[in-house]
């Protein structure tokens, strides 16, 4: 395993730090780590391994000589500059959702499709959408069993899931509203979070779904390589600094009990089973924060399911920052060397 010469695009925001703990936490072969950023964080420094790095501004030209680039910026910086950093012979990994739908590139889960990381000809990879990868990394060996028919899903998404700003923000309405001042300005948000739920994340579209919603379907029938999967998805921003849950029933074309479902579960790779009734053990927000399972518990048959008709229904979380962003495209890059 030769070192790499590795970038992070946007290294100064929340995703893009936790790919450098990530990089240092899983001993990633590092020979040359250049972080990257707008022209305003330029000379700013970061650690990494105990040294101090500076940041450069991200121009075509940082990516000389790099090896693998880490995409942690929004859509139209990645837009306009991944593709620069491929044609000079990086092989980028994007967590924003620019090329996530774009035929001629794979959209990766690591425990589910890896197979696909190795067709890359645009030299760029897709990291899916953190409420994705959170609800479908233990839908799939489920799907495995049984056969995936359908899902319906609601998730429960952390501020985190709005960048550091949406930390911040939270942060600064609990702080306000415990002195008794007045709120203010709410953005990121539209609404106040705090003592909130606000049922919109992105804007809304077809047939009224946002584009948050949407992304469970499209991008898990490319993920799965499931064209016909069909997914019914509620969005809900919650008033929780980090780590998103989602309500999750599942159709399935073979009869699964709840107790096969846990065994299944339990073998999985990267998931932990918390399913515990009798003494108040499921998974929750503080418990999977700062780790890379997801965890999932509530299983159980579905009530309201057509007799005949297989389905089972369950509660999982998952931390939105690392699973959901940083660890999986670090864990795609691990393919690449």
């Known amino acids: 395993m030769s070192d790499k ?23 990633f072969p590092v020979k040359e780590l250049l972080p990257l950023a707008s022209a305003r964080s330029a000379g700013k420094t970061i650690q990494f391994r105990g040294e101090a790095i500076s940041v450069r501004e991200a121009t075509p030209e940082a990516f000389e000589g790099v090896d693998i680039v880490l995409g942690a910026a929004g859509d139209a910086q990645a837009r306009e500059l991944l593709p620069q950093a491929a044609a000079r012979g ?7 959702h620019a090329f996530r739908l ?10 589910i499709n890896a197979q696909d ?13 953190c409420a994705t990868i959170i609800g479908l990394v233990p839908v799939w060996p489920l799907h495995k069993a049984a056969g995936l028919r359908r899902m319906i899903v609601s998730t429960y998404q952390a501020a985190s899931g709005a960048g550091l700003a949406g930390l911040n923000e939270l942060e600064r309405e609990s702080r306000v509203l415990a002195e008794g001042k007045e709120i203010g300005s709410t953005d ?14 992105g804007g809304f579209g077809e047939e009224s779904y946002t584009s948050e919603e949407l992304k469970m379907q499209n991008e898990g029938r490319k993920i799965m390589h499931l064209p016909d999967m069909r997914v019914s998805c509620t969005c ?27 065994e299944i579960l339990s ?34 048959r579905d009530l309201s ?29 691990e393919y690449l060397v």
């Open 5 to 27: 010469v590795v970038a992070i695009l946007g290294a100064t925001g929340v995703v893009g730090a936790q790919m450098l703990q990530c990089l240092e936490e899983r001993d």
């Open 90 to 96: 990086a092989v980028c990994v994007d967590n924003s």
């Open 102 to 111: 774009e035929k001629d590139v794979p959209l990766v889960i690591p425990e």
């Open 117 to 129: 990381i190795a067709n890359h000809p645009r030299n760029i990879i897709a990291n899916p959408n």
């Open 188 to 201: 990121p948000f539209a609404y106040q979070l705090a003592y909130n739920l606000i049922p919109q994340i």
């Open 236 to 262: 809900v921003r919650v008033p929780v600094m980090r780590s998103h849950s989602e309500s999750i029933t599942v159709e399935f074309e073979q009869p699964l009990s709840p107790d096969e479902a846990r």
């Open 267 to 300: 073998e999985a790779p990267g998931v932990r089973v918390v399913d515990d009734p009798a003494n108040l053990g499921y998974p929750m927000p503080l418990d999977t924060s700062d780790q890379d399972l997801i965890y999932v518990g509530r299983i159980r």
């Open 305 to 333: 399911a057509p007799e005949g008709v297989s389905a089972l229904t369950f509660w999982c979380c998952g931390d939105q920052i690392r699973k959901g962003a940083a660890t999986n495209a670090v864990q795609i890059a």
